[in-house]
């Protein structure tokens, strides 16, 4: 576009031209010019409740769509607050630009009202965080940020916007989106991948990370399923292959079952997808010895620095793991019946070590997980957000070929709501459902106005304990029977839902789940099910007092 401008058109006309067609934020007076701007296109603002809802949403949005998410916060608080959900980009590797309100450049240095230094704030936690003082400067900083924020390896970009800087005026013309080039491996280093497979007798590829496209899920089933390849799902990134396939053996992340383990342990080749090798995925690096390794190591990365960071790579290799698995799918590797038996071995051996015991008490959730396995829709989308209630839909579900798991990585609670409201707004047509504990769920369940107002309404389960469940299975581990800074007294879930807008019930007993479920699905406000849990049980395995007998 030409003609005279001023930077707040510019923005919105950038986003525009990006393709941007949601931003999630919480209006602030030092980008005016930007909201006014974007009144004249057809960009939806959401609305949100605070900013680091408003982030984990962008941050959603990205992981679902692979298109960086769009936040929009004003200067100080506003930032600070939205930070939470920048690391949880960070460290989810998903893509995502941040636009931040700031203080006019003639009073920046002497501590104005709300002023921060971004790039010092912000710098180490995402990718880029820049200033742009020079409205000049403005569209070529933001065809930048979107450019950084989807290349090599995904994560955060963050722009400040001087108010004064938002109201100048420009004639320069906009700056073309730039096109992302995906790290595409070479044939031989396709071929490395290929042979270092072909000599082990018990490889297992663990996959994870960021841009995985539906087509490149489905060739990643399809390439092990091929070549008899145990596949393990990185924490918390269980949808990046099919679950239901018989090559799925579980996922390497917190309170790993042992099964998960010894697949990791006994395999001779580790075939790392898109993958940090991080600590949870890892069990704090003590699964793979430095000292004397027993295992080679593939790894395969769309940023070349993570390449052998921390472990010595046999073959490293610096691909989008999109781009990498659907050229392996093309290739082929002789059959082996060593691998074959392996495979099935370690199937057998995490089906056999994931079954979840009876539970005690009137509602037991085991079987209310049997029931979602057996009647949710196929595409449908589950996130959570931190705490011990996620065992069930991370440990309790298996996610087919089109159902996505949306799960914070940095551990935050709150996630799981703002997450999927912007899963609602990327796919409204699909069932979307938030588990979340009580105390988690508190952290964002003012969001709860958000959807109803945007029209994104989940489906939201509480798991109601009446703790911080997670500290307090620490606590009891290290300091048993000495309960401090645990319990929470809770509000009552249904009523502050129906002040909403929104359908919501109690659930007491294992039978009521079912249709109580139906009745959400049914619902066209969304809705929210409060679940009674037992609160002797810290996990589905261990009981308070089964943690104060192991110490």
């Not at 992981?63 to 690391?87: E, F, Y």
């Not at 990718?127 to 090599?152: C, H, N, P, R």
């Not at 290739?331 to 056999?352: H, K, L, Q, Y």
């Not at 620490?474 to 000495?482: A, C």
Request: charged letters at 20%; proline letters at 6%.
């Amino acid at each position: 576009m030409t003609g005279s401008r001023t930077g707040g058109q510019i923005v919105a006309d950038a986003l525009v031209a990006h393709g941007v067609s949601h931003v999630f934020g919480v209006p602030g007076e030092s980008y005016l010019a930007v909201l006014d701007a974007i009144h004249d296109t057809d960009i939806e603002f959401v609305i949100c409740r605070q900013e680091g809802g408003a982030a984990y949403m962008a941050e959603a949005w990205g992981r679902l769509t692979g298109d960086p998410g769009v936040c929009m916060v004003t200067r100080g608080p506003g930032a600070t607050n939205a930070s939470v959900g920048i690391h949880a980009a960070r460290e989810n590797s998903q893509p995502m630009v941040v636009l931040i309100g700031q203080v006019a450049t003639d009073e920046m240095g002497r501590e104005a009202f709300q002023e921060i230094d971004y790039r010092a704030f912000l710098g180490p936690i995402t990718k880029w965080a820049t200033q742009v003082d020079d409205v000049d400067e403005l569209a070529e900083t933001i065809s930048m940020a979107f450019k950084i924020a989807a290349s090599g390896r995904p994560g955060p970009v963050a722009i400040a916007l001087p108010e004064d800087m938002l109201r100048d005026d420009t004639t320069n013309t906009d700056v073309a989106p730039v096109t992302v080039e995906r790290a595409t491996p070479t044939s031989d280093e396709l071929d490395a991948i290929v042979a270092a497979i072909a000599d082990a007798e018990r490889p297992v590829i663990i996959a994870g990370g960021g841009r995985w496209t539906l087509d490149a899920r489905t060739d990643l089933t399809a390439f092990a399923e091929h070549n008899d390849l145990p596949v393990l799902a990185a924490w918390r990134f269980h949808d990046v292959v099919d679950n239901l396939s018989n090559i799925y053996c579980g996922e390497a992340g917190l309170a790993m079952p042992q099964a998960v383990r010894d697949t990791i342990t006994q395999a001779d080749l580790i075939v790392g997808l898109g993958i940090r090798f991080g600590e949870m995925t890892t069990a704090g690096w003590t699964l793979i010895d430095l000292d004397e390794p027993t295992q080679r190591i593939v790894h395969i990365h769309p940023e070349r620095t993570q390449l052998g960071r921390i472990y010595p790579t046999d073959v490293g290799v610096c691909g989008d793991p999109s781009v990498t698995i659907g050229a392996l799918r093309e290739m082929s590797i002789p059959t082996s019946e060593p691998r074959r038996t392996w495979c099935s071995a370690r199937r057998a051996a995490f089906v056999d070590g994931s079954r979840i015991p009876p539970q005690p008490g009137p509602l037991d959730m085991g079987e209310a997980m049997r029931w979602l396995q057996a009647n949710a829709p196929a595409d449908v989308i589950f996130t959570n957000g931190a705490g011990n209630f996620s065992v069930w839909n991370n440990k309790g579900f298996r996610y087919g070929s089109q159902a996505r798991l949306l799960a914070p990585q940095n551990g935050t609670m709150g996630y799981g709501l703002p997450a999927a409201i912007a899963a609602k707004a990327a796919h409204p047509d699909r069932t979307v459902v938030c588990f979340a504990g009580d105390g988690d769920l508190q952290m964002t369940i003012q969001e709860l106005g958000t959807a109803r107002q945007a029209g994104y309404e989940p489906i939201v389960l509480v798991f109601d304990n009446g703790m911080y469940g997670t500290i307090r299975a620490h606590q009891e581990r290290n300091y048993p029977g000495r309960i401090s800074g645990t319990p929470i007294d809770n509000p009552n879930f249904v009523a502050i839902a129906q002040a909403y807008g929104m359908h919501a019930e109690a659930v007491r007993e294992t039978d009521a789940f079912g249709p109580a479920f139906e009745r959400a699905m049914a619902s066209p406000t969304g809705a929210l099910l409060h679940l009674h849990m037992p609160a002797e049980m810290l996990t589905p395995w261990e009981s308070i007092d089964q943690a104060r007998d192991r110490t």
